[in-house]
Structures are given as structure tokens and as C-alpha cells.
């Protein structure tokens, strides 16, 4: 059923449940963005952040909120999440023949699924096609994840509830498969089968016909924004991608723009062989996951809401996952619209 608010359209598939969103006043829009949902998530959590794309950019963008990894589907793993978001974005791009340009805006576990599903989707540069790599034959701009834990959930203080004690990492890495199923595995580094590494570590590389890294690096730019505290679900160095030497010592920002963002950097491509000084390692599959990631460049934004009456939901705030609950994180929102390329 399709609804109108304010020059914004959007419409709820009755078949799969996905949310679309286009300006009312413009149906040309050529650039689709795929917005995905964390763990146990639903399109309503990116309805806010969808809603401002296309108010700041109406005859730009066509926003699809997906829904293939609804609520407990989540829990299938990040290779069946990535499979099944592959799908869905192949049959928007099939019934809107205008579309030339693909981003992503991915939260939390989201960013994960995304990450593989552009692997499966990737297109590599061929004589009579762009000289650039694509995902599914579109222009690839934006990669962007929030709060996202790119290296997984085992290292130590990557969960900030199980308070950076070893031990309680060691025994939720035992059990954390009775809680979240496969995907708990994934996110724990504890799916080594048929003597394959972690999914995790397998997803910063091209392997077989899933080419990672190579639809990484066709994006123009990829971001990570992180919360620096307060996200009891997702620690700073995994969303960040960064080591412990790595994590930038921060000030509270001036910005009245932007109060929530407290520190920027962009990172340059590097072959992963340059170490911090003095960095040492309890993780070697941690550290091949940041040299791995670290072969393309990022944007790092660094996100704190310490000051905030809702800094214990950081990990929804951050998102906007709830317009009503979740409100000061607005500012996130407008940071990721001012900076994102048409």
C-alpha cells in the first residue's frame, strides 16, 4: 500500500515485507540505496534515515529498506543473510530498468550480510563493459556501515557487556550458537569447518566465486561509523576496523551541526604489512581481518553520545532506529546524507 508524507513516497511489500522509498515528485531517480538491518531487525529501523535520503535528495535516489533477513532470519548466518540480500537487491534492479548507481547503508550485523552479498553480486571490468568493476553491472558509490563488527565478536572488549573479561569472552564463544544460532558462530570465529578458516577471516579476500575484497574496492568510497562507548553490543576497534594502538584520543565536538561526531579520519589504502610499533597480538586471525580490510580505504567516523540521556541505547541511537526513542541521533543521519555522493 502506498503512502504519501510530505513529498515522500513509500510503499510496503505485501509479499516480503521491504520497504521502498522514492520522492513523489520524481520517478527517474537513477541511484538505488539498499538500507540493511541489524540482528532480529525490520525495515522499520532504517525508516527514519531512508526517509531524510529522500528529503535531501528527492530526484536522486530510490531507497529500498530490505527485508529478505527479517527478525529471527537474522539468525541464519551471515553467508545465508548475504545470499538471500544478493537475491533481493537482483530483483529491484530488474523491475526499475533506470537504475544506474548502487549504494549501501548497512547497521550492525546488516553491514556483515552487505559485505557478502556484494561479493556474490560483483562484476569484474571487461573489454566491452565499464574499465571499473560493478555490482550488478551498476555503478558502485557508496559502501557505508554503522556500528558494524567487521572483525567479529571474539576479540577481547569487541562486546562491551562482557565487560573486556577473557573469561566471559571464552565462555560466551562456547555458548553464544544456543543464543544466535549459526550467525553466533560467525560473529564468534567459531565456524572453522572442513578445515576453512572463519567466514569472518574468508570475507577479506576473493574467494571462489564470492570476490569480496574486488567489490570493496569498486566502491568510490566506503565509510564505517563507529560509537566510541555506550554500545554494549558492538565495540569501537570492530567497528572501526582499527587496533588498540589505532583508537584516536577524542574531544568533545564544537560542531553544533554535528554534535555526535567527535572524531574523522580517512585511511589509506595500505598492503597490511605495516604494523604500529609496540602493537602486539592475542589474535592472529584478528590481525589478517585488519590487513585484510585495510588493502582498500576508509572513511572512519567516530561517533559518542556520552553526554546523552540515551547513551546506553547507543547502538540504536546511532541508527535512529526509533524516531521517537531515538532522536539525538539525528545529526548521524544528517552526517551521513551531507557526505554521501549522488
Known amino acids: 500500500m502506498e503512502k504519501q508524507e510530505e513529498g515522500v513516497c513509500s510503499a510496503e511489500s505485501v509479499v516480503d515485507g521491504s520497504l521502498d522509498v522514492w520522492s513523489c515528485k520524481n520517478s527517474a531517480a537513477d541511484h538505488l540505496v539498499v538500507m540493511v538491518h541489524g540482528i532480529l531487525g525490520s525495515t522499520d529501523d532504517w525508516k527514519f534515515g531512508a526517509e531524510q535520503f529522500v528529503k535531501r535528495l528527492p530526484h536522486k535516489l530510490f531507497v529500498h529498506c530490505s527485508e529478505k533477513n527479517a527478525s529471527a532470519l537474522t539468525l541464519d548466518g551471515v553467508d545465508v543473510m548475504g545470499e538471500r540480500l544478493a537475491s533481493e537487491v537482483l530483483e529491484i534492479v530488474e523491475t526499475r530498468p533506470n537504475i544506474r548507481k548502487i549504494s549501501f547503508v548497512a547497521h550492525s550485523l546488516g553491514g556483515l550480510a552487505a559485505r557478502y552479498a556484494i561479493g556474490k553480486l560483483y562484476k569484474p571490468?571487461?573489454?566491452?563493459?565499464?574499465?571499473?568493476?560493478?555490482?550488478?553491472?551498476?555503478?558502485?558509490?557508496?559502501f557505508i556501515t554503522v556500528a558494524t563488527p567487521?572483525?567479529?565478536?571474539?576479540?577481547?572488549?569487541?562486546?562491551?557487556?562482557?565487560?573486556?573479561?577473557?573469561?566471559?569472552?571464552?565462555?560466551?564463544?562456547?555458548?553464544?550458537?544456543?543464543?544466535?544460532?549459526?550467525?553466533?558462530?560467525?560473529?564468534?570465529?567459531?565456524?572453522?569447518?572442513?578445515?576453512?578458516?572463519?567466514?569472518l577471516r574468508r570475507m577479506v579476500e576473493d574467494t571462489g566465486d564470492c570476490h569480496f575484497m574486488s567489490a570493496l574496492r569498486a566502491f568510490k568510497r566506503r565509510v564505517v561509523y563507529s560509537n566510541v562507548g555506550h554500545d554494549h553490543i558492538v565495540g569501537w576497534r570492530t567497528a572501526s576496523i582499527r587496533r588498540d594502538s589505532e583508537l584516536p584520543k577524542w574531544e568533545d565536538s564544537l560542531d553544533e551541526k554535528y554534535p555526535h561526531i567527535v572524531y574523522e579520519e580517512l585511511c589509506k589504502s595500505c598492503d597490511g604489512e605495516d604494523v604500529p610499533e609496540g602493537e602486539t597480538h592475542s589474535n592472529d586471525i584478528e590481525e589478517e581481518m585488519i590487513k585484510?580490510?585495510?588493502?582498500?580505504?576508509?572513511?572512519?567516523?567516530?561517533?559518542?553520545?556520552?553526554?546523552?540521556?540515551?547513551?546506553?541505547?547507543?547502538h540504536s541511537v546511532i541508527q535512529v532506529k526509533s524516531e521517537t526513542m531515538h532522536i539525538e541521533g539525528a545529526d548521524v543521519i544528517e552526517h551521513i546524507i551531507d557526505h554521501f555522493h549522488p
Do not use: Y
Open 292 to 314: 585484510g580490510l585495510s588493502t582498500v580505504s576508509w572513511e572512519k567516523v567516530d561517533v559518542s553520545f556520552h553526554s546523552s540521556r540515551q547513551r546506553f541505547a547507543a
Open 150 to 199: 567487521h572483525l567479529g565478536s571474539m576479540g577481547n572488549r569487541q562486546v562491551p557487556f562482557l565487560f573486556g573479561v577473557s573469561s566471559f569472552e571464552k565462555v560466551a564463544g562456547l555458548v553464544i550458537h544456543w543464543i544466535f544460532k549459526r550467525t553466533g558462530r560467525h560473529l564468534f570465529l567459531k565456524d572453522e569447518e572442513e578445515g576453512k578458516p572463519p567466514l
Open 125 to 142: 571490468p571487461n573489454l566491452q563493459g565499464p574499465s571499473q568493476g560493478t555490482i550488478c553491472g551498476l555503478e558502485a558509490v557508496n
